[in-house]
T-cell receptor
Framework: GENVEQHPSTLSVQEGDSAVIKCTYSDSASNYFPWYKQELGKGPQLIIDIRSNVGEKKDQRIAVTLNKTAKHFSLHITETQPEDSAVYFCAASIDRGKLIFGQGTELSVKP | DGGITQSPKYLFRKEGQNVTLSCEQNLNHDAMYWYRQDPGQGLRLIYYSQIVNDFQKGDIAEGYSVSREKKESFPLTVTSAQKNPTAFYLC???????????????FGDGTRLSIL
């Protein structure tokens, strides 16, 4: 079955710097790749997603890139702010009802 | 505002007891999901339902049961057969898992279950 690996598990950056989180997936049939942000004590929030027919997608300071050949996708956050501090999860899906999640990255943005 | 309400926020279970976690949504979404989250791990799918009166097992369904009698409600029962139930449980919904949406878009704020 599908397996998703996420790195790094923790990431600390200075405010204003960029942050990059990477995920790899095992099943080449995966066609949907969302990213979620989870704040302490809260449920995850969908922040951006990409489908397999697109190589890159941007939404203000957040972007996601997909390399289908290498089977990896990445989340890029530019001009980081303290409120970006949270746990970020990637996921991959073949069946639209079933997502396989990565292990999470705890991002800390230091003022 | 529309959203997903999970209750209670904290729940304690004695050995051998069944407990039921509530999940209600007022988003008029067809699909609903239950995930389990353990420390340092990603979310794992327990059960999902694409439509009322229908549900499918996820990757870790053993020891859990669900019902979907109403569109807005998808309760999860953690049975005594679940030997390691201590975890953070998240309910989610999406417009339709067969439509243009893909997987859960909205999550509740979770229920933390602990064993006494």
């Amino acid at each position: 079955g599908e397996n998703v690996e996420q790195h790094p598990s923790t990431l600390s950056v200075q405010e204003g710097d960029s942050a990059v989180i990477k995920c790899t997936y095992s099943d080449s049939a995966s066609n949907y790749f969302p990213w979620y942000k989870q704040e302490l004590g809260k449920g995850p929030q969908l922040i951006i997603d990409i489908r397999s027919n697109v190589g890159e997608k941007k939404d203000q300071r957040i972007a996601v890139t997909l390399n289908k050949t290498a089977k990896h996708f990445s989340l890029h956050i530019t001009e980081t702010q303290p409120e970006d501090s949270a746990v970020y999860f990637c996921a991959a899906s073949i069946d639209r009802g079933k997502l396989i999640f990565g292990q999470g990255t705890e991002l800390s943005v230091k003022p | 505002d529309g959203g997903i309400t999970q209750s209670p926020k904290y729940l304690f279970r004695k050995e051998g007891q069944n407990v039921t976690l509530s999940c209600e949504q007022n988003l008029n979404h067809d699909a609903m999901y239950w995930y389990r989250q353990d420390p340092g791990q990603g979310l794992r799918l327990i059960y999902y339902s694409q439509i009322v009166n229908d549900f499918q097992k996820g990757d870790i369904a053993e020891g859990y049961s669900v019902s979907r009698e109403k569109k807005e409600s998808f309760p999860l029962t953690v049975t005594s057969a679940q030997k390691n139930p201590t975890a953070f449980y998240l309910c989610a919904s999406s417009i339709s898992s067969r439509g243009s949406s893909n997987g859960p878009k909205h999550f509740g704020d979770g229920t933390r279950l602990s064993i006494l």
